[in-house]
């Protein structure tokens, strides 16, 4: 065998290492070349044996380039075979990316989480209660008369002839004041039930934030809207003005409800304040004594309460005009506050 022989032997084993298809292919051709037992090359090594002395190195030399030249095509067409076996994943690289869900926090939620986070920081405490509740803490502790419109079975639903859905987080004062000696200082945010109709301003569920501040040294109006005047500022921002008016409640007195300025139109009026440039988001007042009376404090103690209405709150922070959206679980729309 001539080195010739060798080089044309070389061209031919890389051109069928080439063409093989097929993990089989590559193997077998593996055997066929360098095969321990039969395999051509190990042959030609032993051949070397007969080959002149003179003529051994240069043909050492072309055997060993043969060797690695075959073993190195058989694993390179080996590793080509493979890949292209495998499945192809095909990817397209224009198709938009996958969407992840993120939740987020509800406007009346955040309404709830934020006036927590405000009153705090004026050493307000959370305190809860039911939302099913006696006639005593929803209106006859509240001073409420026996036969206030609001107790009418058109206005509250009555679960039996004591119990009912609490009209108003009011309740909640009672609760606290008959557990808790004075000064307490609470707000509990909670649901209320009322037979309204469902309108863009009003539904039969709603959430109330109610305050309480009572204590033996004097609490007075002005410290009631001070706290409110700050609130406001805190959550709607410092151009917010803050007015009262005089109202009835049966268990304040003076009662005022309290208006925010219109954060949408800046008071200029829009249609989130119906024009007006004002939103009513409160009652409030001085604690009647006879609440006091009713559950067992000292008739001179002083104090403020006031019940906010929370989905009020979250329309003007956000400019919505019907509270109906609030509720609708349309996602399209509760995305709008991610
Ligand atoms: N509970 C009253 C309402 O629902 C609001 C209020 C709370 C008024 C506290 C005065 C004091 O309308």
Redo the contacts with the bound molecule.
Sequence with gaps: MTTAEISALQAEALAEIAAAAAPDAVEALRVKYLGAKNGLLPAMMKGLRDVPPAEKPAFGQALNALRSAVSDALAARKDAVAAEAAPREAFDFSLPGNWRPVGSIHPVSEVIEETTRIFAQLGFTVADGPDIETEFNNFDALNTAKHHPSRDARDTFWLDPERLLR????SV?IREMLAHKPPVRIICPGR?YRRDTTDATHAANFH?I?GLYVDVVPVSLADLKSTLAHFAREMMGPSVQVRFRPHF?P??EP?VEVDFSCHVCKGKGCAVCKQSGWIEV????IVDTRVYEKVGYDRECYGY???MGVERIAMIKHGVTDLRLLYANDLRYLREFL
């Design positions: 009209t108003q987080t009011s004062q209320c109330q109610e409640f268990f304040t009662s409160a009652g409030a007042g309460a006031f019940g």
